[in-house]
C-alpha cells in the first residue's frame, strides 16, 4: 500500500515549505524504502517555463525536459534521484486535460465541477506518479499557503485521499512560521493557530506541525502550538535556521521525526543511514579555503534564479575543502557603467556567466567575458553565458566585429549563434525549447574530459539558439575548440586553449550536481579557481 505525506504551509509563503519536503523524503528513503514527490503549484500556468525568474526563481529541468517549480531541484538533490515532469501538478495542467476531456465527451451528460471532476484529476495524477515510481512513499507539497483560493482544489483532493486511502496510509505535515517579535523575543503562535484552523475549516487536521523559526522553540511556544493545533506535543517539530539547508534532515531526524512518521503510517521503523549525508555536511561546514567566485548575470537580485548553480558550487567545493564567497554583479549595470568591472573582476578567483534570455544585460557580460579571457581567470559560462563566450570570441578573437547572437540581433551580419534548425518551425512558446538530457559525446584530451573522465555524458538542456556550426573552423583557428558535441548536432561544450580554464555549456549541468553526486565539470572549475 503507498504512502502518501502531504505537506501544508502556513503564516507566509518561502518558509522552506521544499526543504521540510525534501528533508523529510530523505529521511524515509535513509530507512530503505522507495521514496519520491510530487509538488504542486496552485497557477494557471501549464508550466513554470513561461514564468520570469522574479516571479519565481528558476525553472529546473528535469531528466525528461519538463521546465519546473525549483522545489523539484531540493527533492532531486536530497533524494538523489531522477524525478518526471509529471512530479509538478499545476491548476493549468489539471484544468487543461479536464477541459479536454469534457469537449471530447468523457464526461457525457454530466455538469462539470471542481468537485468532483477537478478533484479527481488532482487525485488521479498523484496516483499515477505512485504507480509509475513503484514508490512506498510519496511526498505531496501543496505550494502556496492554507487560505489562498487556487489551493483549494488541492487541499480538497487531499482531504478525500485521507477517506480513500485510509487514515494510516496518508499523513498530513503543516509547516509554519513563528515569528520572533523583536522588542520582547518572544516567539508568537497565534499566525500558526490561525492557519491550523483555517486547515481544520475545510476537513484537514494535520498530524504533525513543522515551526519555523529563528531560534530553537521554547517550550512555551510548543505546548502552546500543540494545544491549539491538536497534536501531541512531540509532533510539534523546531525548524530554526541553521546555517545550511542540507543540516535539516538532521534537525528533524533529531527531534524523532521518523518514530512519529513511522507510527501513524504504520511502516516498519528501520534505523535510517545517514553516514554519506552527514560526511557531506560536515565536510561542507569545515570547508576553510575561500574561493571568491564572480556570478555575472541578470536576475542577481533574486538569488533563487540561479538556486542550481549555487548549489552545485556548495557540492562540488565541500568535497575539495572549499568555502565558496559568491560576488554577485548584475549585467546591466557593467552596461549602464554604474560599476567598475575591471576592478570588481580584478578580485575574484573565477567567474560564472549565468543563463539568461534577452539583449538586456547582453553587453555587459561580453565585456566581463573579455576582461576574464585577458586575465586568464577561470571562467565557466552557462547556456547563454557559454553563448556570449562564443560571440565574445568571435568579435575580439576572430575580429568579427559585429558578430551576435541572432536572438540579440536578428539582422547580425555574423550569425554566430543562431535558433537551432530544430527550432525553426515553432510558434508556441510554452515547452517548446530544446529540452531536458541528451547524450553528449566528449573529446579526449579537453578539461571537460578531464573533468568527466568519460566519453558520453548525459546533461539537461533549456534553449532554443545553439552555436552556428558555419564558424566552427575559424573558431577552431584562434584555439577556441568544441570540446563535446550532441549526436543532433548541437555543440555543447567549447573551451579555449592556452587559456587556464575559459570553458563554456550549452547544457545546464547544475540540474544535475546533488550533496552526493556533485557536478564534474563545477568541480573541475573549482579545481582552478582555487590552484
Ligand atoms: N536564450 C538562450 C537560448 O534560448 C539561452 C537560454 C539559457 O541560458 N537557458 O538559447
Given at each position: 500500500m503507498t504512502k502518501y505525506i502531504f ?112 478533484t479527481?484529476?488532482i487525485k488521479n495524477?498523484i496516483r499515477?506518479v505512485a504507480k509509475?515510481?513503484?514508490a512506498d512513499v510519496v511526498?505531496v ?16 483532493a487531499a482531504r478525500q485521499m485521507r477517506l480513500e486511502e485510509g487514515y494510516s496510509n496518508t499523513l498530513f ?31 484537514i487536521?494535520?498530524d ?56 501513524r503510517l504504520r511502516l ?264
Amino acid at each position: 500500500m503507498t504512502k502518501y505525506i502531504f505537506v501544508t504551509g502556513g503564516v507566509l509563503s518561502s518558509v522552506g515549505k521544499g526543504v521540510v519536503t525534501a528533508s523529510i523524503g530523505l529521511l524515509i528513503k535513509s530507512m530503505g524504502y522507495n521514496v519520491t514527490a510530487v509538488k504542486i503549484d496552485p497557477y494557471i500556468n501549464v508550466d513554470a517555463g513561461t514564468m520570469n525568474p522574479y516571479a519565481h526563481g528558476e525553472v529546473f529541468v528535469t531528466e525528461d525536459g519538463g521546465e519546473t517549480d525549483l522545489d523539484l531541484g531540493h527533492y532531486e538533490r536530497f533524494l538523489n534521484i531522477n524525478l518526471s515532469k509529471k512530479n509538478n501538478i499545476t491548476t493549468g495542467q489539471v484544468f487543461y486535460s479536464v477541459i479536454i476531456k469534457e469537449r471530447k465527451g468523457e464526461y457525457l451528460g454530466a455538469t462539470v465541477q471542481i468537485i468532483p471532476h477537478v478533484t479527481d484529476e488532482i487525485k488521479n495524477r498523484i496516483r499515477e506518479v505512485a504507480k509509475e515510481t513503484g514508490a512506498d512513499v510519496v511526498l505531496v507539497e501543496i505550494g502556496g499557503t492554507v487560505g489562498d483560493i487556487e489551493g483549494l482544489p488541492f487541499l480538497e483532493a487531499a482531504r478525500q485521499m485521507r477517506l480513500e486511502e485510509g487514515y494510516s496510509n496518508t499523513l498530513f505535515v503543516h509547516v509554519a512560521l513563528v515569528p520572533t517579535l523583536r522588542t520582547t523575543g518572544e516567539q508568537k503562535t497565534k499566525p500558526v493557530q490561525h492557519s491550523v484552523q483555517e486547515l481544520r475549516r475545510i476537513g484537514i487536521q494535520p498530524d504533525i506541525i513543522v515551526a519555523r523559526s529563528e531560534k530553537p522553540l521554547n517550550a512555551e511556544a510548543r505546548r502552546k502550538i500543540a494545544l491549539y493545533s491538536n497534536v501531541p506535543l512531540e509532533a510539534v517539530i523546531s525548524d530554526y535556521d541553521v546555517d545550511t539547508i542540507y543540516e535539516v534532515p538532521l534537525l528533524l531526524f533529531e527531534q524523532g521525526l521518523l518514530k512519529i512518521v513511522t507510527d501513524r503510517l504504520r511502516l516498519e521503523y528501520r534505523e535510517p543511514d545517514l553516514s554519506s549525508w552527514i560526511d557531506f555536511v560536515t565536510k561542507l561546514k569545515s570547508a576553510s579555503k575561500i574561493v571568491k567566485i564572480a556570478m555575472v548575470g541578470k536576475y542577481t537580485k533574486l538569488k533563487d534564479s540561479y538556486i542550481s548553480i549555487v548549489e552545485a558550487l556548495k557540492h562540488g567545493a565541500a568535497y575539495l575543502g572549499l568555502r565558496p564567497v559568491l560576488k554577485w554583479i548584475e549585467s546591466t549595470d557593467i552596461e549602464q557603467g554604474r560599476l567598475d568591472i575591471d576592478a570588481e573582476l580584478s578580485e575574484v578567483d573565477g567567474a560564472i556567466i549565468l543563463p539568461g534570455f534577452g539583449k538586456r544585460g547582453s553587453e555587459g557580460k561580453i565585456r566581463a567575458i573579455k576582461i576574464l579571457r585577458e586575465s586568464g581567470k577561470p571562467v565557466l559560462g552557462i547556456c547563454f553565458g557559454f553563448q556570449l563566450m562564443v560571440v565574445e570570441i568571435a568579435r575580439n578573437l576572430i575580429g568579427l566585429e559585429k558578430a551576435n547572437s541572432t536572438e540579440l540581433d536578428p539582422s547580425t551580419p555574423h550569425p554566430v549563434i543562431d535558433l537551432l534548425p530544430s527550432q525553426q518551425d515553432i510558434t508556441m512558446l510554452g515547452g517548446t525549447m530544446r529540452l531536458g538530457a541528451k547524450p553528449i559525446k566528449l573529446l579526449r584530451g579537453t578539461k571537460v574530459f578531464e573533468a568527466y573522465g568519460r566519453d558520453v555524458i548525459f546533461e539537461r538542456h533549456r534553449h532554443r539558439y545553439g552555436v552556428n556550426p558555419k564558424y566552427l573552423e575559424r573558431f577552431e583557428d584562434v584555439g577556441f575548440t568544441v570540446s563535446g558535441f550532441s549526436y543532433d548536432g548541437v555543440i555543447e561544450f567549447m573551451e579555449l586553449r592556452g587559456h587556464p580554464f575559459f570553458v563554456g555549456t550549452q547544457a545546464h549541468p547544475e540540474f544535475k550536481s546533488r550533496p552526493l553526486a556533485p557536478s564534474p565539470i563545477y568541480m573541475h572549475f573549482l579545481r582552478h579557481c582555487a590552484s
